[in-house]
């Protein structure tokens, strides 16, 4: 039995059944004249606009209930977990309903990732970019005219380096956290994986929507958990203090790099990239 297993591990499903998808081209013009291509920027838009609004109130609305000094009670509201469960369902949620549309990004973070692999092009990667920022921006808009009169009085949600914690620590946390969440990413939505275990159902939003609930956990008490440069660049526009611009780079160099890590480490290292570009284990049916 486990010599059967074995034969079709390395015949089967190797050899037969799956074929790495195309790289995707770096620059594809047709794209700009698809309906499908403005549908996705535009689902991309959507989907980062209810990201920042539902995570956004929730923690100005964590903040005002554990508010002493406003008669609120120091155990109210939701707590450090509870803001992470907004943060990691949204996603789980919003990555659900797009992901047959656009991918379901909803971070310039993970879509730099995906370009780095050679998932998108540099047309889609581009102006997902700017629909996710566009997004978060209007999204924290919405929530400053909702809860204005709590909005600037509880930071806006904006992310800032938390006292105590060096700059260093900050962009570490920041590398790290968006690894764990990018490497989820390539791993959940791996096409040889779901060739080679297809008998194993995997709802790629739900680890992706954990990942974010984990490393929120983690990275709160830090910097408040960017991980999403499209996040921190919408609640610092809208809030638009002198706090939240400080160390504003931290959330979008900290993201990059733990994306570049997480693809290099994805398509080089675990899935033999560039042994397979050298044709250095062309001979070995089981790469």
Same mark, same amino acid.
């Given at each position: ?91 789980? +949620?919003? =990555?659900?309903? /797009? ?9 310039? *973070? %993970?879509? &730099? ?106 990275? +709160?008490? =830090?910097?408040? /958990? ?9 609640? *610092? %526009?809208? &809030? ?48």
């Amino acid at each position: 039995m486990a010599k059967d297993v074995e034969v079709a591990e390395r015949g089967s499903y190797s050899a037969k059944d799956y074929h790495d998808p195309p790289p995707a081209p770096l620059i594809d013009a047709e794209e700009l004249g698809k309906w499908s291509f403005y549908r996705a920027l535009i689902a991309e838009f959507i989907a980062t606009l209810l990201f920042l609004y539902i995570t956004v109130l929730t923690v100005i609305g964590y903040k005002s209930q554990s508010d002493t000094k406003a008669g609120g009670d120091v155990c109210g509201g939701v707590g450090i977990l509870g803001i992470a469960w907004a943060f990691g369902g949204m996603i789980f +949620i919003l =990555v659900y309903c /797009t992901a047959g549309i656009s991918g379901g990004h909803i971070n310039p *973070a %993970v879509t &730099f990732g995906l370009f780095l692999a050679r998932k998108v092009s540099l047309i889609r990667a581009i102006l997902y970019m700017v629909a996710q920022c566009l997004g978060a921006i209007c999204g924290v808009g919405l929530v400053k005219a909702f809860q204005k009169a709590y909005y600037s009085r509880y930071g806006g949600g904006a992310n800032t380096l938390s006292d105590g914690y060096s700059t260093g620590t900050g962009l570490g946390a920041e590398i790290i956290g968006t690894f764990v969440l990018v490497y989820t990413v390539f791993s959940a939505t791996d096409p040889k994986r779901s060739a080679r275990d297809s008998h194993v159902p995997v709802l790629a939003p739900l680890p992706i929507g954990f990942a974010v609930f984990m490393v929120h956990l983690a990275t +709160i008490p =830090v910097t408040g /958990t960017g991980i999403n440069p499209a996040r921190s660049l919408g609640a *610092a %526009v809208i &809030f638009n203090q002198q706090k939240a611009w400080d160390d504003h780079w931290i959330f979008w160099v900290g993201p990059f790099i733990g994306a570049a890590i997480a693809a290099f480490y994805h398509q080089f290292i675990l899935r033999a990239g560039a042994a397979k570009a050298l044709g250095s284990f062309r001979s070995n049916p089981s790469v």
